[in-house]
């Protein structure tokens, strides 16, 4: 026991001398990750996407048409930032990207509407920037609609209908939407409690893969592994912990920064959340352990690290829903320590739901932490002769 | 002038030596840009959400209800995942994920209807990720616009007479007409991978390079002697001479192969293309001075992919971005590539409208090559002095100070 107790401080000290010996170390692990988490939080920190530049060709010039753009004019949707004399103009407009749309309002709308012969009024949404797209569509929808109620409503006035018989006319189903969680479809909240631990995860696989390599590639690995007597769960436990202890703090960190000073939704108990974020560092460590495991070898190893950290911003599922993808990209996002961190956090702080549905993930996340110890025999032969390929 | 273009023409040459020795950095440079495009572009291909699964709680149970689910089950965005009793098994359904949407028809629903009032329904959302709810909204928003339209039209009819809508409305999405998401993202990521990958590259050389010299006294034997300018001019030639193929295929080839919008002219695209490397190569050579040992780029670099992607506005418009972010987003190359980039093949800009990206690209180029040449002459340069004079006095100097950073002694 003693031994062992022995062992553990000598590589803990070993450790602790490395990452204070390299300032990249602090860097990468305290610098840089606050850094990022607030420059995401701070980037989106109004919420939702508002006043997008917009365009508007009146062809028409008459009462109706001036103020269906002076309504538009009014939502916080869009801005109506230039007026353009024709199509060609207005289309010019978009391809200098000055605007990112435009509503096309054509001749002689006013006549054929009281006439009765349905003329078309459109909206030309540049979806080559999707969120400023989605808010476009909404407002020009919106107005579009709200002329069509215009002219009836003038013209049910005149037979004699009550407002809310004109109302129940106009729009007989109502829908609510009801969102929940996040009431304001607030992007910050949507986008940041995803990115942000997935940006700290990353962090966690770089320097965990770079701070193994280092021994492999120095070639002192098998003084790494004498120092804590032979075992390579040793090893490993005395050069992670204090990175683990550093990590940890930081996450802990960027959640108080989150949850606190940037008010996401957190409707659970904050332990759920706090231990969550304790098991992702340990399982993004793992990971990376598990990497080596399999390609004991310095740049593959890290390469392998940084393309899934990489990519598991996208195949995760954030963006673009995992019922959607390929099923062998939904797979390979359950194969990520992130992907488990991210249900926890739909699970937990967003919809508040009880813990017990959220058991399986927070189990794969303690899974992640034991597969490299079952493995680690791999990791140990190569450490005995470590071999550096440039 | 003469003697300064042949050193030049020999560091160039020399680099491209170094590139196809290092593995590592034909990883990077080639084999990068091959597959991960590919790999981000099977991600999102699906485009657009499909056949999202919604729980209906449906109390009214009448003719009118069942058509509503229909029309909706119909839809391409919502799939009826099934009828739950009440809302706590359809809650239940959610947070089993089962469904992420309920879709709830109260008692009344029917009543009000026939009475002539307004009905109310409620959908419930998950709101973990935003294209769900979007499809969901849409679905629903179109489903009961289309009915109340017929409803409208079939009560108004004897007073005002019309059978729709009095002015029809359409939406016309250009630039990426399938509304989806491969499209736009990908598109804004393109750009950005040749841009790193051509960063890791660079400053993985020269991890190499102050490797060598830590072995060697501080002296590289495969360095060119040459001028500090004709050191970076002549790396940034064997930089652009290497990326020609990847610039064609990533920025040409990988659209075509997965039918993104490509409306862009092929030599308009090139043309924007020119500025980009040659600003990047001279960005990387400034980033690269921070790095100390080849694989410290992965460390250093790999995560400000991530940045620069936020700065170029792929997801958060860059309009709405504070004084500080627009700024350094203008400082960045990726961010004027890419708008200028993702006009020109969504929308079919020719060069003459992307002007402005494409000069503030070449505003960029004097800017970092100054830079670069700063770092080279008074940073790198001066370091390696110190070096060479430290190892005359102890050989050993310098792989010892890299032993201790180990942990050792």
């Known amino acids: 026991m003693m031994m062992i107790l022995k062992y553990i401080g000598r590589s803990f000290k070993r450790g602790c001398i490395q990452l204070v010996r390299r300032p990249m170390y602090f860097l990468l692990i305290v610098i840089m990750p606050l850094l990022c988490s607030w420059f995401l939080m701070d980037l989106i920190k109004t919420g939702s996407v508002q006043r997008v530049p917009v365009g508007i060709v009146d062809m028409d010039n008459s009462s109706l048409s001036r103020r269906i753009s002076r309504n538009l004019n009014g939502f916080q949707q869009v801005n109506i930032s230039h007026r353009y004399n024709n199509f060609a103009e207005a289309r010019d407009a978009v391809q200098r990207g000055e605007v990112m749309g435009f509503f096309f309002i054509p001749d002689d709308l006013e006549n054929l509407a009281l006439g009765g012969r349905q003329p078309v009024v459109s909206y030309y949404v540049n979806y080559a920037y999707y969120a400023p797209a989605s808010m476009q569509y909404k407002g020009f929808k919106t107005i579009s609609l709200l002329v069509n109620g215009g002219i009836v409503q003038t013209a049910l006035r005149t037979v004699g209908l009550r407002n809310e018989q004109i109302e129940s006319t106009l729009v007989p189903y109502q829908t609510h939407l009801h969102m929940i969680g996040n009431p304001f479809t607030n992007y910050n909240f949507y986008l940041n409690s995803t990115f942000v631990p997935c940006f700290l995860s990353l962090f966690i696989l770089l320097v965990t893969a770079f701070s193994l390599g280092l021994e492999l590639k120095s070639g002192l690995s098998s003084q790494w592994l004498k120092n804590s007597g032979g075992s390579m769960f040793l090893a490993l436990v005395g050069k992670l912990v204090p990175q683990t202890v550093l990590f940890t703090i930081v996450g802990w960190f960027i959640q108080w920064m989150m949850f606190r000073c940037y008010d996401f939704p957190l409707n659970c108990n904050p332990w759920h959340m706090l231990s969550a974020m304790f098991l992702l560092v340990v399982a993004n460590q793992s ?84 597969l490299p110890m079952l493995l680690s025999w791999r990791l140990k032969k190569e450490c005995l002769n470590p071999v550096y390929v440039p | 002038m003469f003697l300064w273009f042949i050193q030049v023409l020999r560091v160039c040459g020399r680099e491209l030596l170094l590139v196809f020795r290092d593995q590592g950095v034909v990883i990077f440079f080639l084999l990068l840009n091959a597959v991960y495009p590919v790999l981000y572009a099977l991600i999102y291909n699906p485009e657009v959400v499909r056949n999202e699964r919604v729980v209906v709680v449906d109390d009214t149970r009448s003719q009118l209800s069942r058509e509503i689910v229909r029309r909706l089950d119909a839809t391409q965005e919502i799939a009826i995942a099934g009828y739950a009793a009440n809302m706590q098994e359809a809650q239940d359904a959610m947070h089993r994920k089962e469904c992420y949407g309920i879709l709830h028809i109260p008692r009344e629903f029917g009543q009000s209807v026939g009475r002539g009032d307004q009905g109310h329904l409620s959908l419930y959302c998950d709101m973990s990720v935003m294209m ?58 393109l750009p950005l991978v040749l841009q790193q990958s051509m960063i890791l590259g660079i400053a993985m050389l020269h991890g190499g390079s102050i490797e060598r010299r830590r072995r060697n006294g501080g002296r590289d034997p495969m360095a060119i002697e040459a001028s500090p300018g004709a050191t970076i001019v002549g790396k940034m030639m064997c930089h652009q001479i290497v990326y020609v193929i990847p610039v064609i295929y990533v920025l040409h080839y990988i659209p075509l192969m997965f039918g993104f919008p490509q409306n862009g002219n092929f030599l308009h695209i090139i043309c924007l293309a020119v500025p980009f490397v040659i600003a990047v190569s001279f960005m990387g050579q400034t980033l690269s001075a921070v790095v100390n040992e080849r694989e410290s780029v992965f460390l250093l670099f790999v995560f400000s992919s991530v940045v620069f992607v936020f700065l170029t506005g792929v997801s958060w418009p860059r309009y709405l971005m504070s004084r500080l972010w627009w700024l350094v987003g203008d400082c960045v190359p990726s961010t004027w590539m890419v708008n200028g980039y993702v006009l020109m093949q969504t929308n079919g800009s020719t060069l003459y409208q992307v002007q402005h990206p ?9 800017v970092m090559f100054t830079l670069a040449y700063v770092v080279e002459r008074f940073i790198n340069r001066r370091r390696y002095r110190s070096w060479i004079a430290a190892s005359e006095d102890n050989p050993r100097i310098l792989t010892r100070i890299d032993m201790a950073k180990n942990g050792v002694g």
């Open chain 2, 358 to 366: 494409y000069w503030m690209m070449w505003l960029q180029l004097p």
């Open chain 1, 287 to 370: 990971f990376a352990v598990l990497m080596y495991c399999f390609v004991p070898n310095f740049r593959y190893a890290t390469m392998l690290c940084t393309l899934l950290g990489m990519v598991s911003f996208s195949f995760t599922g954030f963006s673009l829903p995992q019922e959607a993808m390929y099923p062998w990209v939904t797979a390979l996002g359950y194969v990520m320590p992130i992907k488990y961190y991210f249900l926890i956090m739909v699970d937990q702080a967003l919809n508040g739901v009880d813990l017990y549905y959220s058991r399986v993930y927070y189990a794969a996340l303690i899974g992640f932490t034991i």
């Open chain 2, 132 to 189: 769900r709810y979007k499809a969901m909204f849409t679905a629903l928003s179109n489903v009961t616009q289309a009915m109340g339209n017929e409803r409208m039209a079939m009560r108004v009819e004897p007073v005002v007479s019309m059978s729709g809508a009095i002015v029809e409305n359409r939406q016309v999405p250009v630039g990426n007409p399938a509304m989806g998401i491969a499209s736009t993202v990908l598109l804004f990521i």
